[in-house]
């Protein structure tokens, strides 16, 4: 059964860049036709798409954050990238991996259990 | 982008009660491509249907979803003490996916 694990820091200065990696396993990220995507939660709020992966390497983003955003898939390691620069304190929130059903159904059906990253100096 | 408005944003009822969530999209959704998820305090959120309607593997049969265009509903038709939790709807019909804010079903 495939999981995935979020990691990084939990606190990031305003300005920088806040980087988190999503490892995974009991499946390959670069087999079959998923969408391995980031999703994030303000404390008390909704969800909010950041942007995801596909196993073949193709990236697609939030046009609300797209230009501070990037997305990138590591085969060697089975793991999944975010890297959102010049943060603020309105990016602090819980950040989930989620993998999609399908390319064709890309509704979530696999999450990790999320990491909290705080934006404050 | 799609936003979606749930209502109510809290629904107060009890055990064995009958639950009815909405789900409405400015314009409509393709191919009726929307889910729900049940989200518990410090979880990640955990599929219940996709498409509509379709429950997803292991989702008790007093969960079922309805709808089409820009209007669905969630129901669940006897609350258990577990249900007590918050619900999104998520649109994956159009880019950029966007979710509900959410409507929390509380005792």
């Known amino acids: 059964q495939v999981q995935l694990q979020e990691s990084g820091p939990g606190l990031v200065k305003p300005s920088q860049t806040l980087s988190l990696t999503c490892t995974v396993s009991?499946?390959?990220?670069?087999?079959?036709?998923?969408?391995w995507t980031w999703i994030r939660q303000p404390a008390g709020k909704g969800l909010e798409w950041i942007g995801r992966?596909?196993?073949?390497?193709?990236?697609n983003y939030n046009p609300s954050l797209k230009s501070r955003v990037t997305i990138s898939v590591d085969t060697s390691k089975n793991q999944l990238s975010l890297k959102l620069s010049s943060v603020t304190a309105a990016d602090t929130a819980v950040y989930y991996c989620?993998?999609?059903?399908?390319?064709?159904?890309?509704?979530?059906?696999?999450w990790g259990q999320g990491t909290l990253v705080t934006v404050s100096s | 982008e799609i936003v979606l408005t749930q209502s109510p944003g809290t629904l107060s009822l009890s055990p064995g009660e009958r639950a009815t969530l909405s789900c409405r999209a400015s314009?409509?959704?393709?191919?009726?491509?929307l889910a729900w998820y049940q989200q518990k305090l410090g979880q990640a959120p955990r599929l219940l249907v996709s498409?509509?309607?379709r429950r997803a593997t292991g989702i008790p049969d007093r969960f079922s979803g309805s709808g089409s265009g820009t209007d669905f509903t969630l129901t669940i038709s006897r609350l258990e003490p577990e249900d007590f939790a918050v619900y999104y709807c998520?649109?994956?019909?159009?880019?950029?996916?966007?979710f509900g804010g959410g409507t929390k079903v509380e005792i």
């Open positions: 989620a993998r999609t059903f399908s390319s064709s159904s890309p509704f979530f059906n696999v």
């Open positions: 009991g499946a390959s990220i670069s087999s079959g036709s998923y969408y």
């Open positions: 992966a596909y196993s073949g390497g193709s990236t």
């Open positions: 314009q409509s959704i393709s191919s009726n491509y």
């Open positions: 498409g509509a309607s």
């Open positions: 998520h649109q994956y019909g159009s880019s950029p996916p966007t």
